[in-house]
T-cell receptor
Framework: TQLLEQSPQFLSIQEGENLTVYCNSS?????LQWYRQEPGEGPVLLVT?????EVKKLKRLTFQFGDARKDSSLHITAAQPGDTGLYLC???????????FGSGTQLTVLP | DAGVIQSPRHEVTEMGQEVTLRCKPI?????LFWYRQTMMRGLELLIY????????DSGMPEDRFSAKMPNASFSTLKIQPSEPRDSAVYFC??????????????FGPGTRLLVL
């Protein structure tokens, strides 16, 4: 079983602060995705990273895939209350045609 | 497109009762996935279909769970008999193609199930 561990599990910060969420595994993934889930809704895809060392930016969000394709990070600059939600990483391995989800990071941005 | 549609959105039932969850994938998507989300175990894949055929059901917890996809626009997940430990949010998702590299999976809003 391929496990994806996310840290921190919970994060509460003030509006305007920066934060980083980590997603780690002992397994190699062919690609890794980040999702955001809001209460009462399903996860929504934010980004997919494919190449080791790849960095993608989505407005104030920066995603990085580790060189060895075993880990990833999500950095949010100047967090806003609208960033509040559950952030999930999910990996796709070369053989399994399915997503393995991380444990999630519940982010709360206080105004 | 309306996205992935699930019904009911909420279900409260008593232990021992049969529960049927329904899903309509996005039109034209060949893959359909059923997930379960709990605080303890996070988001877990139960089963997925390709062109209405079950491909991997290794995540189905036990024989009380069954899933069908009679046609390309409809799938059901049935729990019979239901138990309190089945209480969770059940998501259906669909994708256009196989989950490799950059394929996108679209999730429905989920069915929140409470078994008393």
């Amino acid at each position: 079983t391929q496990l994806l561990e996310q840290s921190p599990q919970f994060l509460s910060i003030q509006e305007g602060e920066n934060l980083t969420v980590y997603c780690n595994s002992s397994s190699v993934f062919s690609s890794l995705q980040w999702y955001r889930q809001e209460p009462g809704e399903g996860p929504v895809l934010l980004v997919t990273v494919v190449t080791g060392g790849e960095v993608k930016k989505l407005k104030r969000l920066t995603f990085q895939f580790g060189d060895a394709r075993k880990d990833s990070s999500l950095h949010i600059t100047a967090a806003q209350p609208g960033d509040t939600g559950l952030y999930l990483c999910a990996g796709i391995s070369g053989s399994a045609r399915q997503l393995t989800f991380g444990s999630g990071t519940q982010l709360t941005v206080l105004p | 497109d309306a996205g992935v549609i699930q019904s009911p959105r909420h279900e409260v039932t008593e232990m021992g009762q049969e529960v049927t969850l329904r899903c309509k994938p996005i039109s034209g998507h060949d893959y359909l996935f059923w997930y379960r989300q709990t605080m303890m175990r996070g988001l877990e894949l139960l089963i997925y279909f390709n062109n209405n055929v079950p491909i991997d059901d290794s995540g189905m917890p036990e024989d009380r769970f069954s899933a069908k996809m009679p046609n390309a626009s409809f799938s059901t997940l049935k729990i019979q008999p239901s138990e309190p430990r089945d209480s969770a949010v059940y998501f259906c998702a669909s994708s256009l193609g196989e989950l490799v590299l950059q394929e996108t999976q679209y999730f429905g809003p989920g069915t929140r199930l409470l078994v008393l």
